[in-house]
């Protein structure tokens, strides 16, 4: 059985039933914990307290299911095994719904009923909240003792305040009953008191999902249920963000030094390359060589790019910086003894954007001057400084149009 348990615990390797009853006129709490162990459920501890705040000392979880058992809770038994109003209007005639929840456990020919305040329950519920814990499902009275039927047939066992019948793995009679002595009971390798005997049945009713009981606090308990699982979920998804945070500032770090030791680098090979003067002189005649080879290009034939990018910047915010502007950029990068390939009637441009809007403002006044045939956006994304880099090209159209 505890396998089995194990399998299909819902709430991880804890599991925290209470019980709220009284004795000898004052409130008690009865509380079991069952742990998930090596593949079974074992109970490791069993507690009773007078108060919501001695309840801190015994539980590492801050879920838990209740059941009531005080003086607030009503229960009869009625020979009715029809729908659940039927079953209330025999038990508690003229009972107003509206202000009270209700559990019913029916058998083969009776069915026995527990009706409660909501007031009393909400109440509860809040007071459980204040110390800090939440609520997953309640109960009411010992309804729920019937999860133990297979194992107390043709026997009885004992709660805080019932003393509960069994019969063909069926509840035949639940009744009130004061705990004079404690008596020690063990199924299936779970050794428990009668004072935590419901405690166990409403943790194995949990696990199992047993759909024996009905009545309009199902309602409630799925609500609790809901909330349980949204306040987990965002808990979950918080320690994860906050994993996920860790690992990119350290990544950040990792790449902050290998950058920092990549520019010491660079200043190293500067002071170097400021000591060789005839190494930058041939530099600087590499770079005339190229900007001869530039400037021939744009005399034989390319003309018109001068007229496009000052109709261009005339209509740039200030909030754009252009970094390059070619026209008709070259198909493939210039080798010896090759012909050079030029994009025909395309304007490639790149640069920075610190403000969307005028961005998008901006491409639309390049859509519309008449030389421009169509602008496609190439890239455009944001850096970590919040600076929009983009790349656009422009189709020029055939007869070059000037606006």
């Given at each position: 059985?505890?396998?089995?348990?194990?399998?299909?615990?819902?709430?991880?390797?804890?599991?925290?039933?209470?019980?709220?009853?009284?004795?000898?006129?004052?409130?008690?709490?009865?509380?079991?914990?069952?742990?998930?162990?090596?593949?079974?459920?074992?109970?490791?501890?069993?507690?009773?307290?007078?108060?919501?705040?001695?309840?801190?000392?015994?539980?590492?979880?801050?879920?838990?299911?209740?059941?009531?058992?005080?003086?607030?809770?009503?229960?009869?038994?009625?020979?009715?095994?029809?729908?659940?109003?039927?079953?209330?209007?025999?038990?508690?005639?003229?009972?107003?719904?509206?202000?009270?929840?209700?559990?019913?456990?029916?058998?083969?020919?009776?069915?026995?009923?527990?009706?409660?305040?909501?007031?009393?329950?909400?109440?509860?519920?809040?007071?459980?909240?204040?110390?800090?814990?939440?609520?997953?499902s309640i109960s009411l009275g010992a309804l729920k003792m019937t999860a133990l039927s297979e194992y107390g047939n043709g026997e009885s066992l004992k709660s805080q305040g019932a003393e509960v019948h069994y019969s063909n793995s069926e509840v035949v009679s639940i009744t009130t009953?004061?705990?004079?002595?404690?008596?020690?009971?063990?199924?299936?390798?779970?050794?428990?008191?009668?004072?935590?005997?419901l405690p166990l049945a409403i943790a194995l009713d949990t696990v199992m999902g047993d759909n024996t009981i009905s009545g309009n606090l199902e309602t409630k308990n799925q609500e609790l249920y809901k909330q349980y699982a949204e306040s987990r979920f965002f808990k979950n998804t918080?320690?994860?963000?906050?994993?996920?945070?860790?690992?990119?500032?350290?990544?950040?770090?990792?790449?902050?030094?290998?950058?920092?030791?990549?520019?010491?680098?660079?200043?190293?090979?500067?002071?170097?390359?400021?000591?060789?003067?005839?190494?930058?002189?041939?530099?600087?005649?590499?770079?005339?060589?190229?900007?001869?080879?530039?400037?021939?290009?744009?005399?034989?034939?390319?003309?018109?790019?001068?007229?496009?990018?000052?109709?261009?910047?005339?209509?740039?915010?200030?909030?754009?910086?252009?970094?390059?502007?070619?026209?008709?950029?070259?198909?493939?990068?210039?080798?010896?003894?090759?012909?050079?390939?030029?994009?025909?009637?395309?304007?490639?441009?790149?640069?920075?954007?610190?403000?969307?809007?005028?961005?998008?403002?901006?491409?639309?006044?390049?859509?519309?001057?008449?030389?421009?045939?169509?602008?496609?956006?190439?890239?455009?994304?944001?850096?970590?400084?919040?600076?929009?880099?983009?790349?656009?090209?422009?189709?020029?159209?055939?007869?070059?149009?000037?606006?």
């Open positions: 059985m505890r396998d089995f348990l194990s399998t299909y615990n819902p709430f991880g390797k804890t599991l925290v039933t209470l019980e709220h009853s009284h004795h000898n006129g004052e409130p008690i709490f009865l509380g079991l914990e069952l742990m998930q162990k090596k593949g079974e459920l074992d109970i490791t501890q069993t507690f009773a307290v007078k108060h919501y705040n001695e309840l801190s000392k015994f539980l590492k979880t801050s879920e838990l299911s209740l059941v009531i058992t005080d003086d607030k809770i009503l229960s009869k038994e009625v020979a009715h095994i029809g729908t659940d109003a039927e079953i209330v209007a025999e038990a508690f005639p003229n009972l107003n719904l509206n202000d009270f929840y209700y559990q019913i456990l029916r058998t083969t020919e009776k069915s026995f009923i527990a009706v409660c305040r909501k007031k009393h329950i909400d109440t509860l519920i809040e007071e459980f909240q204040k110390e800090g814990f939440k609520v997953t009953s004061t705990i004079n002595t404690e008596e020690q009971y063990s199924i299936e390798g779970l050794v428990f008191t009668s004072r935590h005997t918080l320690q994860i963000g906050i994993g996920f945070l860790l690992i990119a500032l350290l990544i950040n770090f990792f790449v902050f030094n290998s950058n920092y030791k990549k520019w010491q680098g660079l200043q190293e090979e500067l002071q170097v390359y400021t000591t060789q003067k005839d190494q930058i002189t041939k530099k600087q005649s590499e770079v005339k060589t190229k900007e001869a080879l530039v400037q021939s290009i744009l005399t034989t034939g390319f003309s018109k790019s001068s007229n496009y990018i000052n109709k261009i910047v005339q209509i740039q915010p200030s909030t754009i910086v252009l970094t390059s502007f070619v026209y008709q950029p070259l198909t493939k990068p210039i080798r010896k003894d090759k012909a050079i390939l030029l994009k025909d009637k395309i304007v490639s441009v790149t640069g920075k954007s610190t403000d969307k809007s005028d961005f998008t403002i901006w491409l639309r006044g390049i859509e519309g001057l008449s030389f421009v045939d169509t602008v496609t956006i190439i890239q455009y994304g944001l850096d970590k400084r919040n600076i929009s880099d983009f790349e656009l090209t422009l189709r020029i159209k055939s007869d070059g149009t000037k606006n």
